[in-house]
C-alpha cells in the first residue's frame, strides 16, 4: 500500500479509505488479496471501489514486491543391486532418469543420502510441471534398475521442501472471504529442510552402494 501511495502521489491513508480497510473486511487480511491479485485480480477488484488508476499502480506494486518465489521438490528412494553390474546399474539407471528428465527448465539433481537412500530434486516456478518431471523420473529408475536385477524403493513421494509465508492457498482465501460475506450478512519462517546429501557424479565413479 505504501509503495502504491508513493506511486500515486498521494496520503498511506487516502488509499486506505478508498479500499485498504474494505480488503480486511472481506477477506481475512488484505495481505490475502494481494497474493490473489497475482492469479485473479478481478475477483478481488469487484469486491471493493476502486479506480482503474488504483489497480495500475497496486498491481504493479504487487507484481513487483510478490512476485512467484522458486520452490524445491524432492523425492528419496531405495536403490538396490546384488548382480554383478552392482554400483554400475544404479550409476546407469540414475543417468538414464537425468538423460530424459533433466533440461534447461527442469535441472534435476541427484544425491545420495546414505546408502541405499537416495534423492532426487528440481527448483522450479513451474510446481506442476517439476512435479511431472520427477514422478517420470522415479518411473524411469525404477525401471532400468529392474531391467540390471537390481530393486527399487519408493521412500517419500514429491514433496515441497520448505515453505514460505506467502505459499497461500488461492481456494483457501477464497473460502475465507465467502465466510466473512456470510458472516457480514448475518452479523458481523518457516524453516527450509536443508537435508543433507551427498552429490552423486553421474559422470565419474564416485557413487556408492553398501552391496557392493
Same mark, same amino acid.
Request: proline fraction near 2%; glycine fraction near 6%.
Given at each position: 500500500?505504501?509503495?502504491?501511495? &508513493?506511486?500515486?502521489?498521494?496520503?498511506?491513508?487516502?488509499?486506505?479509505?478508498?479500499?485498504?480497510?474494505?480488503?480486511?473486511?472481506? &477477506?481475512?487480511?488484505?495481505?490475502?488479496?494481494?497474493?490473489?491479485?497475482?492469479?485473479?485480480?478481478?475477483?478481488?477488484? #469487484?469486491?471493493?471501489?476502486?479506480?482503474?488508476?488504483?489497480? *495500475?499502480?497496486?498491481?504493479?506494486?504487487?507484481?513487483?514486491?510478490?512476485?512467484?518465489?522458486?520452490?524445491?521438490?524432492?523425492?528419496?528412494?531405495?536403490?538396490?543391486?546384488?548382480?554383478?553390474?552392482?554400483?554400475?546399474?544404479?550409476?546407469?539407471?540414475?543417468?538414464?532418469?537425468?538423460?530424459?528428465?533433466?533440461?534447461? =527448465?527442469? *535441472?534435476? %539433481?541427484?544425491?545420495?543420502?546414505?546408502?541405499?537412500?537416495?534423492?532426487?530434486?528440481?527448483? #522450479?516456478?513451474? *510446481?506442476?510441471?517439476?512435479?511431472?518431471?520427477?514422478? !517420470?523420473?522415479?518411473?524411469? %529408475?525404477?525401471?532400468?534398475? !529392474?531391467?540390471?536385477?537390481?530393486? &527399487? =524403493?519408493?521412500?517419500?513421494?514429491?514433496?515441497?521442501?520448505?515453505?514460505?509465508?506467502?505459499? %497461500?492457498?488461492?481456494?483457501?482465501?477464497?473460502?475465507?472471504?465467502?465466510?466473512?460475506?456470510?458472516?457480514?450478512?448475518?452479523?458481523?519462517?518457516?524453516?527450509? @529442510?536443508?537435508?543433507?546429501?551427498?552429490?552423486? @557424479?553421474?559422470?565419474?565413479?564416485?557413487?556408492? @552402494?553398501?552391496?557392493?
Amino acid at each position: 500500500m505504501k509503495f502504491t501511495a &508513493f506511486a500515486l502521489h498521494c496520503k498511506l491513508i487516502e488509499l486506505y479509505e478508498a479500499f485498504g480497510w474494505d480488503l480486511y473486511d472481506k &477477506f481475512d487480511h488484505a495481505y490475502d488479496a494481494f497474493k490473489l491479485c497475482l492469479t485473479d485480480p478481478e475477483l478481488v477488484f #469487484s469486491k471493493v471501489t476502486i479506480t482503474e488508476e488504483q489497480k *495500475k499502480a497496486l498491481m504493479a506494486s504487487i507484481n513487483k514486491k510478490m512476485a512467484a518465489a522458486p520452490q524445491k521438490l524432492r523425492t528419496t528412494f531405495n536403490l538396490h543391486c546384488y548382480t554383478y553390474e552392482g554400483i554400475e546399474a544404479i550409476k546407469e539407471s540414475l543417468l538414464a532418469a537425468r538423460a530424459e528428465c533433466s533440461d534447461d =527448465k527442469f *535441472k534435476m %539433481v541427484f544425491q545420495m543420502i546414505a546408502p541405499p537412500e537416495y534423492k532426487a530434486e528440481v527448483v #522450479s516456478l513451474d *510446481k506442476p510441471g517439476a512435479t511431472e518431471r520427477l514422478e !517420470k523420473a522415479l518411473e524411469i %529408475v525404477q525401471r532400468e534398475i !529392474k531391467a540390471r536385477g537390481g530393486q &527399487f =524403493k519408493l521412500v517419500q513421494g514429491v514433496t515441497r521442501i520448505g515453505t514460505r509465508i506467502d505459499d %497461500v492457498d488461492n481456494d483457501k482465501i477464497i473460502d475465507n472471504m465467502n465466510r466473512n460475506e456470510d458472516n457480514e450478512g448475518s452479523q458481523d519462517s518457516s524453516e527450509e @529442510d536443508e537435508g543433507e546429501g551427498i552429490d552423486v @557424479d553421474l559422470d565419474g565413479d564416485d557413487i556408492q @552402494d553398501e552391496d557392493n
